[in-house]
C-alpha cells in the first residue's frame, strides 16, 4: 500500500470507506485491503458511495474506474465532474473470481450460475465448459448472497473469496477468469485534496477537460504534454449532455501540477480548452513502477 495513503488513514476523524455494492464484492476487498483497520459501508449506487462521503457518513469512497479486460467502468465519468469529491490516491486490485455454492456441493450437481454481467463474461470458458445456464445479478457479492439463501445444490455464485467466508459458502473452483492479468483500478476519493509535496516521488495528476469545436482543437489542446515531456497515459473522451457534438475528457498524466514541465503543459492546456478541473493529485501506486505483473499491495 501507499505510504501515503496509509498515513492519510491514521489521521482520519472516523474510520468508514464506502464502496458500491454489497459486503464481499470486489470494492468491499479493494476497501480491506488498502484499509484493513476501517469499516466498509455498503453503497447501492455509486451516487450513493459519493454522497456518503459528502454528508460525512464515510471519510473515503473506493470507486473502480476502469478494468484490464472489460475497460472503462460504467457512469463512473459522468459522475466525478459534480461529485465534489477529490482523488487522493489509487489501487490496482487483482480479481479472482471463484465458483461459490453451499456446502457439500459437488461441481457435476451445478446446473445455474449467478453473478453480475462483467464476471460472467470474464469467467465464459468455465461457464460454457460446465454447461451452466448464467442469471445475472447486479454485482458478484449479491449472487453468493442468493446462492446462500436459496441454498439449492444446482446453484452457484462467481464472486470472490472475501464472499464466500462472509456468506458461509464453500469455494468449489478457484481463479475461474479467462483473463489471469484481470485487475481492476480504483480511485480513493475524500471530500478534500491531499496533494502531496512536489518532490515526494511519483504521482499522478488527473483532470478532466473539454476543448472547442474547430478544427485541430484536441490536437493543440494536448500539445503542450508532448512539448514539455509530460507522459499522458490515459485519455478518454464520452459525450455530454446527449449531444454528439460535444464531449468532456478525462485524463491522467504522470507529474506534478507544481513542476515547471506540468504547469507549462496545463497552461497550454487552459488556452486551447474549457473546463479544465484538477480532479486529484496523488503518489503514484507501486503497481505502475511494476510494469502492470501484479495486483498486490
Known amino acids: 500500500m501507499n505510504p501515503q495513503i496509509r498515513q492519510f488513514s491514521g489521521s482520519m476523524s472516523h474510520n468508514t470507506i ?38 460525512g457518513s464515510a471519510v473515503l469512497a473506493m470507486i473502480p474506474i476502469e478494468n484490464s479486460v472489460i475497460g472503462r467502468i460504467a457512469d463512473i465519468h459522468h459522475l466525478l465532474p459534480h461529485g465534489g469529491l477529490h482523488v487522493i490516491g489509487e489501487h490496482f486490485q487483482r480479481i479472482n473470481h471463484h465458483l461459490l455454492a453451499i456446502p457439500g456441493t459437488t461441481v457435476e450437481q451445478l446446473r445455474r450460475v449467478r453473478s453480475q454481467v462483467p464476471a460472467l463474461e470474464q469467467c465464459r470458458e468455465t461457464v460454457r465448459r460446465l454447461g451452466l445456464e448464467p442469471i445475472v445479478h447486479g454485482d458478484t457479492a449479491g449472487a453468493a448472497a442468493e446462492v446462500a439463501r436459496r441454498a439449492d445444490p444446482s446453484e452457484a455464485a462467481i464472486a470472490s473469496d472475501l464472499a464466500a467466508e462472509i456468506y458461509g459458502l464453500t469455494r468449489l473452483l478457484g481463479d475461474i477468469e479467462d483473463a489471469h492479468h484481470n485487475t481492476t483500478r480504483f480511485l480513493i476519493m475524500a471530500r478534500e485534496p491531499q496533494q502531496p509535496p512536489v518532490d515526494s516521488g511519483p504521482v499522478i495528476t488527473s483532470f478532466l477537460f473539454r476543448v472547442r469545436s474547430v478544427p485541430a482543437s484536441l490536437f493543440k489542446a494536448l500539445g503542450g504534454f508532448a512539448t514539455n515531456g509530460v507522459n ?17 475528457f478525462y485524463a491522467d498524466i504522470e507529474g506534478h501540477p507544481e513542476s515547471r514541465s506540468v504547469r507549462l503543459a496545463l497552461q497550454e492546456l487552459e488556452f486551447f480548452a474549457r473546463e479544465v478541473k484538477i480532479l486529484g493529485v496523488y503518489p503514484a501506486h507501486p503497481f505502475r513502477l511494476q510494469g502492470g505483473q501484479s495486483g498486490e499491495d
Open 18 to 55: 464506502a464502496f458500491q455494492g454489497t459486503h464481499g464484492a470486489h470494492s468491499d476487498l479493494a476497501c480491506r485491503t488498502v484499509f484493513p483497520d476501517m469499516t466498509t459501508l455498503a453503497c447501492a449506487s455509486f451516487e450513493d458511495a459519493f454522497a456518503a462521503v459528502r454528508d
Open 232 to 248: 499522458m497515459t490515459k485519455l478518454e473522451s464520452y459525450l455530454v449532455d446527449g449531444r454528439f457534438t460535444a464531449a468532456r
